[in-house]
T-cell receptor, first 112, second 111 residues
Framework: DVKVTQSSRYLVKRTGEKVFLECVQD?????MFWYRQDPGLGLRLIYF???????EKGDIPEGYSVSREKKERFSLILESASTNQTSMYLC???????????FGPGTRLTVT | GQQVMQIPQYQHVQEGEDFTTYCNSS?????IQWYKQRPGGHPVFLIQ?????EVKKQKRLTFQFGEAKKNSSLHITATQTTDVGTYFC???????????FGGGTRLMVKP
């Protein structure tokens, strides 16, 4: 069974803080993704990575950066958290681009 | 950019009634995937459709991909309380690895 884990289920941070969200998958998947989920807006892609050290911007990359130093780990970084980044963050992985995505449990981030 | 619209946003049904959610893309899709997210859970893959006009069934769930590959639907026959959740479609354009998700349809089933 594919397992995607995220470092925290709930996180509360202050405006201006630097925030790290970590995601680890255990199935040697090539692709990893970061989404944010907001009511009525579905899942919006922030960044994805198709290989170690490779990344591509998704639909809403502003205010975020990512890091993929090892194949199994994909980190999302909020350089200076703002209240409009309060959201549910979901990490996903897939074997290759055309395959189904496996999601982690999500991190609910609140920025105060 | 590519947009994927999904309707309705919410649907309340009585247990035993049928349910359908519709997905429409602004561009032609190479394939479409469907996911289900239970309350408090994360999206779980249900199925992928690739061919124009394709129809696939999973027990009480029927998935269709339109002839023009710009729309899709999910139909649930005789809903049960275990069907409760949000159903998302996600379409992939002709190039690239990205999926564009619809806004989801939240299904609520009254026992």
């Amino acid at each position: 069974d594919v397992k995607v884990t995220q470092s925290s289920r709930y996180l509360v941070k202050r405006t201006g803080e630097k925030v790290f969200l970590e995601c680890v998958q255990d199935m040697d998947h090539e692709n990893m993704f970061w989404y944010r989920q907001d009511p009525g807006l579905g899942l919006r892609l922030i960044y994805f990575s198709y290989d170690v050290k490779m990344k591509e911007k998704g639909d809403i990359p502003e205010g975020y950066s990512v890091s993929r130093e090892k194949k199994e780990r994909f980190s999302l970084i909020l350089e200076s958290a703002s209240t409009n980044q309060t959201s549910m963050y979901l990490c996903a992985s897939s074997l290759y681009g055309l395959y189904e995505q496996y999601f982690g449990p999500g991190t609910r981030l609140t920025v105060t | 950019g590519q947009q994927v619209m999904q309707i309705p946003q919410y649907q309340h049904v009585q247990e035993g009634e049928d349910f359908t959610t519709y997905c429409n893309s602004s561009t032609t899709l190479s394939n479409i995937q469907w996911y289900k997210q239970r309350p408090g859970g994360h999206p779980v893959f249900l199925i992928q459709l690739v061919k124009s006009g394709e129809v696939k069934k999973q027990k009480r769930l029927t998935f269709q991909f339109g002839e023009a590959k710009k729309n899709s639907s999910l139909h649930i026959t005789a809903t049960q309380t275990t069907d409760v959740g949000t159903y998302f479609c996600a379409g992939r354009g002709s190039a690239g690895n990205m999926l564009t998700f619809g806004g989801g349809t939240r299904l609520m089933v009254k026992p």
